[in-house]
């Protein structure tokens, strides 16, 4: 996968995410905290983003060398969410800026957090952060269904138009 496709996937993965993070706080914290079921991967809205947020986290700091043995403290509010996840994105931009062709190729080394030891090229686990994005904001899509209506499309295709001026947000 060329560095062009790889930066517009995680392009996507941002913005996807902070278009149904926007639309889940305005429903208002106590909507986002309820539990709509435990047939999602998390039970509430505001646990299904911090486990996306948290995961983005884990992986960025063992493409780094450092292989985590927690999730951080759940922030107190989605707009508190929302104010770290733009740090996170940052310094998410600021790995992929430092790439080189060569560094895809590259075997990590990590550990997950039951200590379980892993090796697999950087290029495959890049991809892995937007894919296991798209999988959970399905759930979160699905979950805001259920609340309060259809959220806006989020879709690879729907970004790459917006993106382009070809349609509106």
């Known amino acids: 996968m060329s560095f062009t496709a790889l930066r517009t996937l995680y392009?996507?993965?941002?913005?996807?995410?902070?278009?149904?993070?926007d639309t889940a706080a305005r429903l208002g914290e106590t909507k986002a905290a309820q539990s709509i079921g435990h047939q999602f991967s998390e039970p509430s809205l505001k646990r299904m983003f911090f486990h996306i947020f948290g995961v983005d986290g884990l992986w960025l700091a063992r493409w780094q060398?450092?292989?985590?043995?927690?999730?951080?403290?759940?922030?107190?509010?989605?707009?508190e969410l929302g104010e770290r996840w733009v740090t996170?994105?940052?310094?998410?931009?600021?790995?992929?800026?430092?790439?080189r062709e060569a560094d895809v190729e590259r075997v990590i080394n990590y550990r997950l957090l039951s200590g379980k030891a892993y090796r697999q090229p950087l290029g495959l686990l890049l991809h892995h952060v937007p894919d296991h994005g798209t999988h959970h904001r399905s759930e979160i899509a699905t979950?805001?269904?259920?609340?309060?209506?259809?959220?806006?499309?989020?879709?690879?295709?729907?970004?790459?138009?917006?993106?382009?001026?070809?349609?509106?947000p």
């Open 65 to 79: 060398g450092v292989s985590p043995t927690s999730i951080p403290d759940e922030p107190l509010t989605l707009a």
């Open 88 to 99: 996170l994105e940052r310094e998410q931009k600021t790995f992929l800026d430092g790439l």
């Open 143 to 168: 979950m805001l269904t259920m609340v309060s209506g259809s959220p806006p499309g989020t879709g690879l295709a729907r970004f790459i138009a917006i993106r382009s001026g070809q349609e509106q």
């Open 11 to 21: 392009d996507h993965h941002w913005w996807a995410t902070r278009t149904l993070l």
